[in-house]
């Protein structure tokens, strides 16, 4: 598990958060979702050892992570928005030179997930696009088999059907010793996959909550007319998308995107989930 308590992070005299607490269960695909800038990545930093908190802590499997002890590492992996690259590296050479620090690698899943993903192990990653370069990475990550997977801005560069792709392969091979963090402003990208949302905004934790627990607490009306309770009103073909409070109008399907942007507009009313 991990367990950020009672934490805080500057630079310099830029606050990025102020006292915030969160827990990440093992079994879960997490969405750490926000606009750009509001520190996610600073948040995935933290929790992988690389930035020490300005107070409060931060702990994985009662490792303290800035202390970086290698029974820590080999348990965590982070991959950047931007990870760079020698010229002569492939995915398999990359992974190769992993490896050795990683007990629970698996080269065979690589090369599966490679396959699946449609791009070649074996290739130079200068030869490649950035949205197979963004696979690649993507399926040497999780080949490396860690407990906690932490995934800055995944879906970067990836076309319609690779983000199909990557949102069915995490689905598939989440389990339940497994924790994956997926940090992202693009939050249509992560629909369906997510579960339990978490929305960053202001130096604080806006929403902190399962999808069941939103869709209990709030309703998302389809090709209705523009509510003025709404949270959040959206024109769509038909009518409109309003975010409401769900005082009893049953059960709704999520819309992530919605959801965020009543989120951001109206955090005070939120804090009844």
């Known amino acids: 598990m991990i367990d950020i308590k009672n934490f805080s992070f500057s630079y310099t005299k830029t606050p990025v958060f102020d006292n915030i607490n969160l827990q990440f269960q093992k079994g879960a695909i997490y969405g ?6 509001v520190g996610k990545t600073t948040l995935l930093k933290v929790i992988s050892g690389l930035l020490k908190p300005t107070a409060g802590s931060c702990t994985v499997d009662e490792y303290t992570s800035f202390d970086r002890l290698p029974e820590f590492l080999q348990n965590i992996f982070l991959l950047p928005d931007d990870v760079p690259l020698p010229d002569s590296a492939t ?10 620090f990683y007990p629970k690698q698996n080269r065979e899943m690589l090369l599966h997930l490679a396959q699946e993903l449609k791009v070649n192990p074996t ?11 963004k696979k690649s990475l993507l399926a040497c990550a999780l080949a490396l088999n860690t407990d906690y997977l932490l995934l800055d801005e995944p879906t970067n560069g990836l076309d319609i059907p690779s983000k199909a ?9 989440v ?14 990208d992560v629909e369906n996959l997510i579960d339990p949302i978490i929305i960053i905004s202001n130096n604080s934790v806006l929403l902190n909550a399962s999808v069941e627990k939103i869709t209990e607490k709030l309703y998302f009306e389809y090709g209705g007319q523009q509510r003025p309770d709404a949270l959040y009103s959206e024109m769509m073909p038909g009518g409109y998308l309003n975010v409401l409070v769900n005082n009893g109008l049953g059960e709704s399907q999520l819309n992530i995107e919605a959801l965020f942007n009543a989120v951001l507009r109206n955090p005070a009313k939120i804090n009844i989930l």
Do not use: C
Request: glycine share 6%.
């Open 32 to 37: 750490l979702l926000g606009e750009n800038g």
């Open 175 to 188: 389990n339940s010793e497994q924790t994956i963090i997926i940090s992202t402003h693009q939050v249509k």
């Open 91 to 100: 995915p398999e050479s990359f992974f190769r030179d992993l490896a050795p």
């Open 165 to 173: 792709d990557f949102r069915r392969i995490l689905t598939e091979r």
């Open 123 to 133: 290739r130079k990653f200068k030869e490649m696009s950035f949205g197979q370069q």
